[in-house]
């Protein structure tokens, strides 16, 4: 039987945030996943906090920690801290964040024409920060014929003020919005081309030389006119993305900035692969496409993880359990036809709507959907507990979008709660020691919690 001090249950933010850091601590870590999360779907920026009418998300946070019941009012604290050393990590593959937590929220493109508001990028589309010149034009370039991005139909939205927001001043906005589309390189014959063939391509040093060579040529007589700044598809490398940055830099007339597209996120990919390496680098394990069939508890404590492995099941004895599972849209909460909402792995009380509000009688309701505040109420350790605040597992710590009591789309902070609430779990469980002994006899007494249905 195999034994870890820390096993932690899913493969997002929170979840290697949380196993790199205890590693870094002596820890014996253990991440299993049932699939990828989160990272592969998000913009590749962080999303701290932006609540309507924050100026900054350090605005934001200060405002959604003062809300009762939201996981930054015991988590807030550890955001900066947990910020600065994930970007310290992730500078150690080459993937370096712009921008500061005291940095104005300003509006960025997205590739369907409209804009988010975000102060926290990695490099390669950190120039859509910079406050826009007077007279300078925002140039919307893409490959032709790729379908995930249209140039004209991109631009034509952009170039509505409104899509902004108010602008309280020139530096807000472009003063106009183009659209190029780019033949590039040997791609005339190819059809359904997606974001990671493009990806590639750009990882191949010649190939991308001779296609920025075709960028620079198609946007050179609007940039001879005015000053410019290129919107370009999320698509600039996987592999080699700090070297594309390099060649962009060098060879077109303007700066280039990636905008991100629908899933599989490349900036969200560059993210994940990121920090699979730091964990790997600091001898955690990692097991992705293992769903966790059933998990077995002494009294208040959990003794194993016991994972599908194929046509076996993999047992794991461990010293503690971080549960990095997801919200709903990530199956760590589970609505069933009774109107409940279960956490399947430990059983854990949820906190949810009654189910007569599991439908928002108004879609574009500016507060959110109700279902988004449902998870696991936890005390200030991240350890579960009851209704009456009582602790359930006492080695069990509960990170990311399993928390109860945000709003991570409509206040935009689910990546800062990740991340806060993994430095928390790590502190957490680096203080007390997380420790087993592999010899040790199992358990005398212990009982199983099975995944009712599914499994994470």
């Known amino acids: 039987m195999s034994s870890a001090d820390v096993v932690v249950i899913g493969a997002g933010l929170s979840g290697l945030n949380a196993a790199i850091a205890l590693a870094e ?8 996943a049932r699939g990828h999360a989160a990272t592969h779907w998000m913009a590749g920026g962080f999303d701290v906090a932006a609540p ?4 900054s998300s350090a605005d934001g946070l200060g405002q ?3 809300l009762a019941g939201h996981p930054y009012a015991i988590l807030a604290g550890s955001l900066p801290a947990g910020l600065a050393r994930l970007r310290e990590i992730l500078a150690e593959d080459g993937l370096i964040y712009v921008g500061e937590l005291d940095d104005p929220l300003r509006a960025v493109p997205t590739s369907i024409g409209g804009t988010r508001r ?10 859509a920060l910079v406050p826009w010149r007077e007279g300078e034009r925002l140039v919307a370039c893409g490959p032709a014929r790729f379908k995930d991005f249209w140039p004209t139909a991109v631009a034509a939205s952009l170039s509505r003020a409104a899509v902004w927001g108010p602008a309280r001043e020139p530096a807000d906005r472009p003063e106009r919005v183009d659209g190029v589309s780019v033949e590039l390189p040997g791609l005339a014959d190819r059809h359904n081309l997606s974001g990671m063939d493009l990806a590639r391509f750009f990882d191949d040093p010649a190939w991308r030389r001779e296609a920025f060579g075709r960028i620079a040529a ?3 007589p609007i940039a001879r006119r005015s000053p410019v700044r290129i919107g370009f598809p999320a698509v600039l490398g996987l592999t080699d993305h700090a070297a594309v940055l390099d060649d962009a830099a060098r060879i077109l007339p303007a700066p280039i900035f990636e905008i991100p597209l629908v899933p599989p996120s490349l900036p969200g990919l560059r993210l994940f692969r990121a920090l ?3 964990l790997r680098r600091r001898r955690g394990g990692l097991v992705v496409g293992e769903p966790v069939v059933r998990v077995e508890v002494d009294g208040r404590s959990v003794t194993r993880v016991v994972a599908s492995a194929a046509v076996r099941e993999r047992t794991l004895r461990t010293g503690a359990l971080v549960l990095a599972t997801g919200g709903i849209a990530g199956g760590g909460l589970v609505g069933r036809a009774d109107g409940r909402l279960e956490e399947p792995l430990l059983g854990l009380p949820v906190e949810a709507p009654a189910v007569d509000d599991w439908l928002a009688p108004d879609p574009f309701d500016p507060d959110g959907h109700p279902l988004e505040a449902a998870g696991v109420r936890t005390d200030g350790d991240l350890r579960p507990v009851d209704a009456r605040g009582r602790v359930v597992f006492g080695n069990v710590a509960v990170v990311g979008a399993l928390l109860a009591g945000q709003r991570y789309l409509s206040q935009r902070c689910g990546d800062g709660v990740a ?3 993994a430095a928390r779990a790590a502190e957490v469980l680096g203080t007390s020691g997380p ?6 006899a199992a358990p005398a007494a212990t009982r199983q919690r099975r995944p009712a249905k599914r499994t994470a």
């Open 25 to 32: 601590g002596g820890a014996r870590v253990e991440v299993i």
């Open 218 to 220: 198609a946007v050179d």
């Open 64 to 66: 959604l920690a003062a």
């Open 118 to 127: 975000v102060a926290i990028l990695p490099a390669g589309q950190s120039a």
């Open 52 to 55: 309507p009418r924050s100026g």
């Open 419 to 421: 991340i806060a609430s």
């Open 276 to 278: 699979r390496a730091a």
């Open 435 to 440: 420790s087993i002994a592999p010899s040790a």
